[in-house]
């Protein structure tokens, strides 16, 4: 089993920033690859970033890319998303996700684990 807990959520005006963690623990050798996705309102899950064990490999969502950057440090077993530039569309749960998959896939189904989710509510 892996336990994944998210923290770094809040309320931003739009144009500002925030950052993300996600520190995971028990199990994680088998799964090293990471993932951020989001659930807005009203709205599907959607993949928003992925990142591989090394970081070497990285994986954006289109509504992200420049804004967004996915990191981690292996050491303390935590990924990070840093989010810039946000805009009222970005206002989601996020969740941070664990997978077996050598590469960071955007396919939900490829994340075993998953973490409870933080609010990010972005002001406009």
């Known amino acids: 089993q892996v336990q994944l807990v998210e923290s770094g959520g809040g309320l931003v005006q739009a144009g500002g920033s925030l950052r993300l963690a996600c520190a995971a623990s028990g199990r994680t050798f088998n799964y090293n690859t990471m993932g951020w996705f989001r659930r807005a309102p009203g709205k599907e899950r959607e993949f928003v970033a992925g990142i591989s064990w090394s970081g070497g490999l990285t994986n954006y969502a289109d509504s992200v890319k420049g804004r967004f950057t996915i990191s981690r440090e292996n050491a303390k077993n935590t990924v990070y998303l840093q989010m810039n530039d946000l805009k009222s569309e970005d206002t989601a749960v996020y969740f941070c996700?664990?997978?077996?998959?050598?590469?960071?896939?955007?396919?939900?189904?490829?994340?075993?684990?998953w973490g409870q989710g933080t609010q990010v509510t972005v002001s406009s």
């Open positions: 996700a664990a997978s077996a998959s050598s590469r960071p896939t955007t396919d939900s189904r490829a994340y075993a684990f």
